[in-house]
């Protein structure tokens, strides 16, 4: 069925409709990588946001089990050809089935260059999937503009605690959205993780004496989780090493009074460059975010930058002085994307069984 995106500005892009036969409103993002949509679309921190693939085929290993949450959290997908006919020896179903069996509607046929170099001009904008043909466009822009994505940090996070056993260290890890790769990252390291719903007071985690705290990814502004800022402040005070990534990072530093701003289009891909200022080497890592922290905005002496993006110098991580703790803006568990970084899990358990990082 013939169908339309409208971004805020008034373009419009038409193309076919894919998934499920519903409208949706959300915040349009790109996502630069080649595989992994499966991936893409089952990470917690797409939710509210409809995602455009730049890859120009999407679809063609079929619906394979490399998930990273039990759902479709992504709004909507937006990609230029949807392929009917996949093909994968782990090939399960189509793309398309899995959308439409999740609730979640699409598009495809239209060109994701010329809408990913307009995001890139004008920045994200909010978008709508219809197939109304006599869409009004003042209403549509009118939804658009008062569209605003909620806190959906708690309705992402796992309602009750859980663990993964292990022999190893004890770690506990707050999920305020989490990637399913990033307990399976410890877990796979030996660790005993115990997942705890966002909504976990300090104390509670405290109280169970963990070796060590993971802070995970999550969607949303950072800056509307107040009442989250003010345990990881906690669990900041406490002496256990602390490793937290991209949402987690974010949170980290506003509780330490840092300020977090919107990018123009955010960083979502598989190959964005990173620099450890530690000894200057240079990674290629997996990112998903639109907010950043301004690492300038935090008082001197309580943090220093230890990651830098090489494409546009914003702050990719920080090492907090005297204190067993860093934090990162990219996602060292991948999925999808480059393992570059892997070995910083390895790091925070040495951080951990040493507890030699200050
Ligand atoms: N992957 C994440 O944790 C994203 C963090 C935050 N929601 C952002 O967009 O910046």
């Not at 569209?147 to 993964?164: A, D, I, P, Q």
């Not at 204190?323 to 951080?351: C, R, S, Y």
């Amino acid at each position: 069925m013939k169908a339309f995106l409208i971004l805020e500005d008034g373009t419009v892009f038409e193309g076919t409709q894919i998934g499920a036969k519903k409208e949706a409103v959300s915040e349009v993002v790109f996502n630069t990588s080649m595989t992994g949509y499966l991936e893409v679309l089952t990470d917690p921190s797409y939710a509210g946001q409809m995602v455009v693939l730049t890859y120009p085929l999407i679809g063609n290993y079929g619906v394979t089990p490399d998930r990273e949450s039990a759902h479709i959290w992504a709004g909507g997908l937006i990609v230029r050809e949807m392929e009917d006919m996949p093909s994968n020896f782990r090939c399960e179903g189509k793309l398309d089935d899995l959308l439409a069996e999740e609730g979640i509607t699409g598009i495809t046929g239209i060109d994701t260059r010329a809408l990913t170099r307009l995001l890139r001009k004008k920045g994200t904008m909010n978008g709508m999937i219809t197939t109304d043909v006599d869409y009004c466009m003042s209403d549509v822009i009118m939804k658009l503009h008062t569209y605003k994505m909620g806190n959906v940090v708690r309705e992402t996070s796992c309602k009750e605690s859980y663990v993964l056993k292990g022999d190893g260290p004890r770690i506990a890890l707050l999920d305020l959205g989490a990637k399913a790769n990033i307990a399976a990252s410890l877990n796979r390291r030996g660790c005993e993780v115990t997942v705890y719903p966002a909504d976990t007071s300090a104390e509670t985690i405290l109280r169970a004496n963990p070796d060590g705290i993971m802070l995970s990814n999550g969607p949303g502004d950072p800056s509307t989780c107040m009442e989250i800022i003010s345990q990881v402040r906690r669990l900041y005070e406490s002496d256990i090493p602390i490793f937290a990534i991209c949402l987690g990072h974010q949170l980290m530093a506003l509780a330490n009074g840092a300020k977090t701003y919107k990018l123009t289009y955010g960083h979502r891909g598989g190959n964005h460059p990173v620099k450890d200022l530690t000894d200057g080497k240079v990674y290629i890592s997996s990112q998903n975010h639109g907010y950043a922290v301004d690492a300038g905005s935090m008082e001197a002496g309580i943090a220093e930058e230890l990651f830098v993006n090489v494409n546009d110098g914003t702050n990719e991580g920080l090492r907090y002085k005297n204190k067993k703790i860093m934090t990162v803006q990219f996602h060292p568990e991948a999925n999808p994307g480059p393992q570059d970084t892997a070995w910083l899990f390895d790091k925070f358990i040495e951080m951990v069984k040493e507890d030699s990082y200050a």
